[in-house]
Structures are given as structure tokens and as C-alpha cells.
């Protein structure tokens, strides 16, 4: 036993902050002091340029889409109309962030528990595992296309490994780019903004010359745009019409995660209302664009290179692995598929580190604040990567992927629990000290650390939802009937009914110390006090922070 407290002792992680017994929480999950928020308007733009829209997800948005029957224009109307909910939803989500400066997790303590928070973050934790892990893939199939632009005979690493799921040469590229992504690791997200300019100076420019010399060489934007006979069965009709509903939520739901933890990126905004132009602009707007250059390209490119007749070339690398194998390795197209590849490659750097790695670190630091920190979380996730074989899950395990899409039937009721208890329940109030207690003393304590109103929500929220999404997993072309109707509404219905359920719960059986916020800003979350202009030296407290501006003598600087 000796042995071990000395390993845990080693491990543990070196807190600044005064804790006593009862408190739970490390520098990581603590709320922001004013020096480490650093995000205004334009940091959060440049976050949706490289991990919203911009990158290889981005791209491949209209993938799914046209598999349900929908051509092109069709489809960019569920992308329009889907995102231009997602930032409502983003905005509303990453508000308490914003105001408080506290992390996903921590929010997930008041409205489920301090202890059956845990039920939620495990979940999502679980999400990032798989997601990261895919996000490295993809990088390393950017690496890949680099690779084999720099020399052509990299592509000779073609030994099958995993069962004939990878070959050697993906295997090293899959190394490589974890290589090169491990180091990032090291930049605090405070320090995200020369990173995230860099990204954009590169992908952005990018993904504009590759649609007009695309839509150049097809003289126009290729056969999809207005018929998909080809890879997919035209719907119609009153198909037709849900399909188009599908598609909208199919756009909140592949983001559904993103939506959901906001709060861990708006806790680094300066001001509460710096993540909201920015997010309502860029969110939706991003996502559009990008979208639609991928169809394009992609309809562009089953007409300029007929050798790949029947396989659809969603991924950007593999559109540009095709343009240097259709000339033959000449160099001016090994130079546009190295250009390319290196400029999708280091946007995946911000998918993998400042998307999943930081909601993943968070996470696991709020789980375990004694033993990781976001840093520590995201070498977790490193090492996972390995583990969880992201070459099997892409290259078979389709109904395992096909779950992993439709999981916003689950992550859905979550945040319109977290919405109903945030903004209708708590009026956007919260007692930050009491939400790192992990005793009976916390307001948030409930029974014995869970509160079961939040769980009683959830179920009425994926109840309703589940044999619609469980038909759909099973056989994708077999509708239930009204069943799987109300899954192609899932994301928003079970928002909508868990907020109802979660609401009236809380009005049969009111809980404890709504309104209550500490007396003192006891972390040195809010800056410092002015009285007529001049600052008193003093920190303010979270009650000035209710008090608006001209309001008595007393304001308060963020």
C-alpha cells in the first residue's frame, strides 16, 4: 500500500487553489480567472472555421444526404435550414459558459447532480473516444496523400493488415500524424489564436481553388446537382418530404455532441456576449459553404475522372489522391495533392486537439480532478486511439457507425434538460462554490448526489424516439410506421419533451436553493470591483455581477 500512495501521490496533480475535503475540482475545471479568457468575437470564429465546418467533416457533410434520396439542391436546404438551428442551439448552449466560465461537466452538476453528473459525462467521454480516434484517422489518411505526393512510391506500402482494413502504409501514416499532433497537446486553449489563424491561412484558401478548378475542368457543377439516379434512389413524393425533414435533424443530430458541450469552449470567452454574433454567423455559415464546395467537387469529380465510375469520392484526400493518379504523377498534380492534403491535414489538427481533446480532457478532469487535467485527458485519448482500431470502425462495423450517428436521440433530452434547468428553472443562476461540493451541504447535492428529475426527463425524452432509431440501425429501408417518423424528429422532439418533463417535475417538486449564488467571488472569476471607474483592488462578487450597469455605485469589470 506504501507503494501505491507514493505512485498516487506522484500522479497527482499540483493544485494552486485552496481546496478543502469537501471541495472537488483542479485548475482545469475550476471557473476561469479573467487572465485565462482570451476569446473574443474573432477567436470564436476561427474555432468554427477549424472545428465546425472547414475540415474534412465539414466536407462531407452532404454524404449522408445524398444517400437518403435527396439531390444536391435538396440537400443544401436541409444544410441551411439545419444550421441555421444549430446556431441557435450553440448559442443558448454555450451560455452558461459564457456568463460563468465553467466547463460542460461542472454545468451537468446542477441540473443531474454532483455525483450522477457522472451518468452524463462518462457518455461523452465514451463519444470521444470514438470520435478522436476517427478525427486521427483521417489525419493520418491526410498524411497518406502527402506522403505519396512527396513520392509515389509510398503508395507501395499496400501490405493488408486488421483483417484487410488497413494497409502498412496507413498504419504509418496513422503514426505520423500522432507524431506530429502530440506536441500541440503542450498549448494551453487560452493560447488556441495563432494556432486556429494559421489553420484558416491554409484550409480556407484551399478549399476555394479546389471548387473552381474543379467546377473549371467539369464545366459546371457535375450531374448531381440536379439527379442522383446514380448511387442513390430519387426520393419523392411524400417521401420525399420526410426525407427532407431527416435530413435537417440528421445536420443538428452529427453535431449534436458539439451543441451539447459548447460551455467548454464560451467558458474562454472575455465577455458573455462575445461566442454570440460569432456563433450565429459563423456556425450555420461555414457549414453551408464547405458543404455545398463538397458536393460539388464530388459530382465535379465523378465526371473528370471516369476511371473511378461507381465510387463516390467524398474525402477530400481521396479526391485528391484521384487527381494525382488521373495525371499519371505529373508534378503539377502531385504538387495540388500535396498542397491540399497538408492543408486538410493541419485543420484535423484542430479537430483532433481543440475539438475532442479539450471537451475529452475537461471531461476526464472533472471525473478525476485529483490524477488528470485537460493535458493529461488528452494523452489519454492518444494513447486510446490505438486501442479502439479507428480502421475497423470506417471500414466495416456500419450499423456500430449508424449508432454512433443517430446518438443525438440520446444526447438531445440531455440538453433540454440542461436548457430547461438553466434558463427556465434557475433564471441563469448559479452557486459556483457548491457545485465542487461533494457532500449534502451542496445545493446541488439532491438525494444522495442525483437528482431524479433529470433522469426521469432523459427517458421521457428517448423513449419516444428509441424504436424509430432502433428500425432505422437494423434496416435503414424499412419505415416503422409512425415510428420512425418521430425519429427523423429526434434531435429537436426530445429536446422539446425532456425541457417539458424536466420543468414540470421541478414545479410538482421544487427543489432546493433556486437563486442562491455565492456572497463572494471565490475563485477570482469576475475581475476586479470599480466604483465611479477606479478599480477598489477588491474582486467583485456574483451578486454585482446580477447588478446592471448605472444601477447604484457599484459596477463590475469583466
Known amino acids: 500500500m506504501g507503494t501505491l500512495n507514493r505512485l498516487g501521490n506522484l500522479l497527482e496533480v499540483k493544485h494552486d487553489k485552496i481546496q478543502s475535503e469537501n471541495a472537488s475540482g483542479n485548475e482545469d475545471t475550476y471557473p476561469l480567472p479573467p487572465e485565462r479568457r482570451t476569446f473574443g468575437p474573432w477567436e470564436f470564429v476561427t ?6 465546418s472547414f475540415n474534412i467533416g465539414g466536407w462531407t457533410t452532404g454524404s449522408s444526404l445524398i444517400a437518403l434520396g435527396l439531390n444536391a439542391w435538396q440537400c443544401m436546404i436541409t ?7 444549430v446556431g441557435i442551439f450553440c448559442i443558448l448552449s454555450g451560455a452558461p459558459g459564457a456568463k460563468w466560465h465553467i466547463g460542460f461537466p461542472i454545468i451537468q452538476k446542477a441540473c443531474w447532480g454532483v455525483h450522477a453528473f457522472r451518468f452524463v459525462v462518462i457518455q461523452r467521454v465514451f463519444l470521444a473516444c470514438i ?75 484551399t478549399i476555394f481553388i479546389t471548387l473552381i478548378w474543379f467546377t473549371a475542368k ?36 452529427s453535431i449534436s455532441v458539439h451543441i451539447y458541450v459548447q460551455s467548454d469552449y464560451t467558458r474562454y470567452a472575455r465577455r458573455p456576449k462575445d461566442q454570440i454574433l460569432a456563433q450565429m454567423v459563423m456556425v450555420p455559415l461555414g457549414t453551408i459553404i464547405v458543404a455545398l464546395i463538397g458536393i460539388i467537387c464530388t459530382s465535379c469529380a465523378a465526371q473528370i475522372f471516369p476511371e473511378k465510375s461507381g465510387t463516390l469520392l467524398w474525402e477530400p484526400y481521396r479526391l485528391f489522391s484521384a487527381l494525382q493518379a488521373h495525371y499519371n504523377n505529373s508534378p503539377r498534380s502531385r504538387a495540388a495533392a500535396a498542397f491540399g492534403s497538408l492543408s486538410f491535414m493541419i485543420a484535423q489538427f484542430g479537430m483532433v486537439v481543440a ?72 433564471r441563469r443562476l448559479y452557486k459556483l462554490t457548491d457545485l465542487y461540493k461533494v457532500n449534502n451541504e451542496s445545493i446541488y447535492w439532491y438525494r444522495k448526489g442525483a437528482n431524479l428529475r433529470a433522469f426521469g426527463a432523459w427517458v ?27 425519429y427523423y424528429f429526434s434531435w429537436p422532439l426530445g429536446t422539446l419533451l425532456s425541457m417539458a418533463t424536466y420543468w414540470g417535475l421541478c414545479r410538482l417538486k421544487p427543489m432546493k436553493g433556486i437563486g442562491e449564488i455565492d456572497d463572494e467571488d471565490v475563485f477570482g472569476t469576475f475581475g476586479r470591483r470599480t466604483v465611479d471607474g477606479v478599480e477598489d483592488g477588491s474582486t467583485s462578487s456574483a451578486v454585482e455581477v446580477e447588478v446592471e450597469k448605472g444601477k447604484g455605485d457599484v459596477s463590475v469589470t469583466f
Open 79 to 85: 444544410v441551411i435550414i439545419g444550421n441555421l438551428l
Open 218 to 253: 467539369a464545366g459546371g457543377g457535375g450531374s448531381f446537382l440536379q439527379d442522383v439516379s446514380a448511387v442513390a434512389v430519387q426520393a419523392k413524393g411524400s417521401h420525399l418530404g420526410w426525407m427532407m425533414v431527416l435530413g435537417i435533424c440528421t445536420n443538428i443530430s
Open 460 to 486: 421521457m425524452g428517448v423513449w419516444i424516439t428509441l424504436p424509430g432509431f432502433a428500425q432505422r440501425v437494423s434496416d435503414p429501408s424499412v419505415e416503422l410506421a409512425g415510428w420512425s417518423h418521430m
Open 47 to 52: 474555432l468554427w472555421v477549424i472545428t465546425g
Open 355 to 426: 475539438n475532442n481533446g479539450v471537451s475529452a480532457g475537461i471531461d476526464l478532469a472533472s471525473l478525476f480532478p485529483r490524477f488528470f487535467t485537460i493535458r493529461r485527458g488528452m494523452y489519454l485519448m492518444a494513447c486510446l486511439a490505438f486501442i479502439v482500431q479507428p480502421w475497423q470502425l470506417l471500414n466495416g462495423a456500419s450499423k456500430f457507425l449508424n449508432v454512433l450517428g443517430g446518438y443525438g436521440v440520446f444526447l438531445g433530452p440531455m440538453t433540454g434538460i440542461m436548457f430547461a434547468d438553466y434558463f427556465i428553472v434557475r
Open 131 to 205: 470520435w478522436f480516434s476517427t478525427q486521427v484517422y483521417w489525419g493520418g489518411q491526410c498524411v497518406k496523400t502527402l506522403l505519396t505526393a512527396m513520392s509515389p512510391a509510398f503508395a507501395n506500402l499496400d501490405t493488408e493488415l486488421a483483417n484487410g482494413t488497413m494497409t502498412t502504409g496507413d498504419f504509418v501514416s496513422f503514426i505520423v500524424f500522432t507524431l506530429l499532433y502530440l506536441p500541440l497537446m503542450w498549448i494551453k486553449p487560452e493560447k488556441y489564436k495563432v494556432p486556429f489563424l494559421i489553420s484558416c491561412l491554409l484550409v480556407i484558401p
